[in-house]
């Protein structure tokens, strides 16, 4: 009993780190030149957490953040099947918008230890 109690309280502090680190990815790729669509996009087939555009590509990307290793790193988390549900909910966007023939990429932003400037690391077409 007293684990779940922790388990619950805990829930607000991750939700609350996730958005911060949302919050920083996309600060950063603003400066970066790329262009806002959408943040937390819905559907069936899962989220995704923020969508941009530079002048070639939509770029959907995938924001993580890991306090420390003990599961793996930020990277890490991004398994084959998360890579999928991106992936189709990327390709309902793009049938939703009409856009479906648009060049894409998928990045990441992603923080090991902390969400803060110094330390995150963005990679481009992560897959």
Do not use: H
């Not at 923020?50 to 924001?63: A, G, K, M, P, Q």
């Amino acid at each position: 009993m007293q684990r779940k109690q922790a388990q619950t309280n805990d829930l607000p502090l991750k939700k609350t780190i996730g958005n911060q680190a949302e919050k920083l990815a996309k600060l950063f790729l603003e400066n970066e030149n790329l262009t806002f669509i959408e943040n937390n996009f819905l559907c069936q087939f899962g989220e995704i957490d923020l969508i941009f555009t530079d002048s070639n590509s939509i770029i959907f990307v995938e924001v993580r953040y890991r306090s420390s290793k003990s599961r793996g790193s930020a990277a890490e988390s991004i398994t084959l099947s998360k890579q999928r549900k991106v992936s189709k909910s990327a390709q309902y966007w793009l049938k939703k918008q009409q856009l479906e023939l648009s060049p894409i990429r998928f990045d990441a932003i992603l923080f090991d230890g902390e969400v803060s400037i110094n330390n995150l690391n963005w990679i481009k077409a992560i897959f």
